[in-house]
């Protein structure tokens, strides 16, 4: 009979213990009040709810506690960076590197956002940054040659048949001196033949590569003066016979404003190009500011080496930009560094 009244007893209070864990323990609602949690919407439209990390909340659970939903799922979780502190290059990645991806780091899903459709159901979208303002590499639009003066050998003044009353010392008589040349015959008069057992630096495929006009670097007299100068042996290698680089003159206390002249084989002046009417990117947190210009080459015309060098009358000049302060002017220099690389489109 005892044991009868005790059984009887257990039985009630293990259906009170129930009813009150269903009254007090479960459901989603309850599970949102809770401090330490919050509440998402993830692809499918589905609510769930995450223990936020390092709160108040959590210091106060034990250690041993289960979150309410893994982690990995969780989008604003993904990009956190681990708590270790250190400073890597998978946990602070380079500042352009991370923009050429549409800033989604490596292990993140595609960007999107939920909205509600007609009938009040929560749909998901996904897009792909645009990334059509970005470098050569990731532009989805063709790109403008900047504008430019071109010097070719068929520009040369060759014999012209006389007028009808040509006074043959009309411009003596004048006191006009007559150029019997043209600018690029007085470019090949100083250049480039005994360029050819200079030092020269290899082009560099797949990336910027640097260019430094300083101190140290060859120095020749151009018909345009003397100049620093850089010989750059052409790739050969590039999928197409003639390609697009991408030009930079990085500005440090001034820039150094290129001109430019192709070789053949031999040396021989094939083109000249200068005047070159370069864009300016102001400077920001993590790069200079340039100015930037986009010359075709001609491998397959012949063209196996580049001259890169300053004329007088540029390095006395000044490039103007506007400033939310107002016009700026930026000087222009015999030294400086120089940025160039293959467009791949």
Known sequence: MIRARAKT???LFAAVSV?????????GAQVAEREGYFTW???QGRVRYTRIPESEASKETPKTAEPQDTAVDDPFLASTPPNDGDFTAEN??????LADKGFVRDGQRQPYFTWLDAEGNVRVSYYTPDLKDRHAGSRSSPINLTPASVLLPSQSVGEVEPVDGYDPNAFAILGIEQKPTSEFDEFVRYCCDDLANKNYQNWVEGSEFGVQMDGYAARHRFSSGESPYQLIALPLSVAKSDFVMRLRAYDHRGVFVPSLAFLDRNFQVMRVVTDLVMDYTPENWHRRGYLEAWVPAFPGQGERWLVVFTRSQDANAQTVISTDS?????PHTKSGELGIATFEN
């Open 9 to 11: 007893l257990s039985l």
């Open 19 to 27: 009813l009150a864990g269903c009254q007090f323990g479960g459901g």
């Open 41 to 43: 919407v993830d692809e």
């Open 92 to 97: 602070y990645p380079d500042g352009e590197a």
């Open 326 to 330: 107002g016009p700026k002017a930026i």
